[in-house]
């Protein structure tokens, strides 16, 4: 089955820019999630979506961070304005229920550079 | 809350020695599951192996294997024969059993090179 495919893989923006990456999770898998990833550090979960609904916003810097989910599939994360301390991977991961030992699959994720 | 710790940032191992890789978790949850992940520098995080914590055998995947200390808190991966497509970041994570809407934490990860 085709993976978790996001977009764009790099982008490099100057400070109080807007960005928006895209996810498309495997087919199927009703829960989204999206990651930040700081060099150095595990993934800290941004969001994560059950189909269509947010189920857990809870570190997602509402000021500057929106995302949402298309119909319970695509979903796309926006920064605006973009921060320095925003600089990160953006990873993406679906799995089929949000429950106990179901996997996560992740994207190969976009990795931001805010200059 | 929960949080996963990995104190180690760096590993390195001989091609075809064995390595251990230390993770611990804090929860007051009895009922969870605990992954190892690995992450090759294309960035794309893999599952590696996972252990459900009302197990008392450890899960075993081929090279891979983990040490489970319920009570320690402890959750170990050991990598046998180690090759050099080992080499990568890897990460442990906790997820609690209960509830639709779990959530998966991940710990810093640690570094692991693998020497020829």
């Known amino acids: 089955e085709a993976g978790v495919a996001q977009s764009p893989r790099y982008k490099i923006i100057e400070k109080r820019q807007s960005v928006a990456f895209w996810c498309n999770p495997i087919?199927?898998?009703?829960?989204l999630y999206w990651y930040q990833q700081i060099l150095g550090q595990g993934p800290k979960l941004l969001i994560q979506?059950?189909?269509?609904?947010?189920?857990?916003d809870s570190q997602l810097p509402k000021d500057r961070f929106s995302a949402e989910r298309l119909k319970g599939v695509d979903s796309t994360l926006k920064i605006q304005p973009a921060k320095l301390e925003d600089s990160a991977v953006y990873l993406c991961?679906?799995?089929?229920?949000?429950?106990?030992?179901?996997?996560?699959?992740f994207g190969q994720g976009t990795r931001l550079t805010v200059v | 809350a929960q949080t996963v710790t990995q104190s180690q940032p760096e590993m390195s191992v001989q091609e075809a020695e064995t390595v251990t890789l230390s993770c611990t978790y804090d929860?007051?949850?009895?009922?969870?599951?605990l992954f190892w992940y690995k992450q090759p520098p294309s960035r794309q995080m893999i599952l590696v192996i996972r252990?459900?914590?009302?197990?008392?055998q450890n899960a075993t995947e081929n090279r891979f294997s983990v040490n489970f200390q319920k009570a320690a808190k402890s959750f170990s991966l050991k990598i046998s024969d180690s090759q050099l497509g080992d080499a990568a970041m890897y990460f442990c994570?906790?997820?609690?059993?209960?509830?639709?809407?779990?959530?998966?934490?991940f710990g810093k990860g640690i570094t692991l090179s693998v020497r020829p």
């Open positions: 994570a906790y997820r609690v059993y209960a509830g639709a809407n779990s959530k998966l934490t």
């Open positions: 979506f059950q189909n269509n609904g947010v189920v857990d």
């Open positions: 252990q459900e914590a009302y197990k008392q």
């Open positions: 929860t007051s949850e009895s009922d969870y599951y």
């Open positions: 991961a679906s799995s089929r229920a949000s429950t106990g030992n179901t996997e996560a699959f």
């Open positions: 087919s199927g898998h009703a829960t």
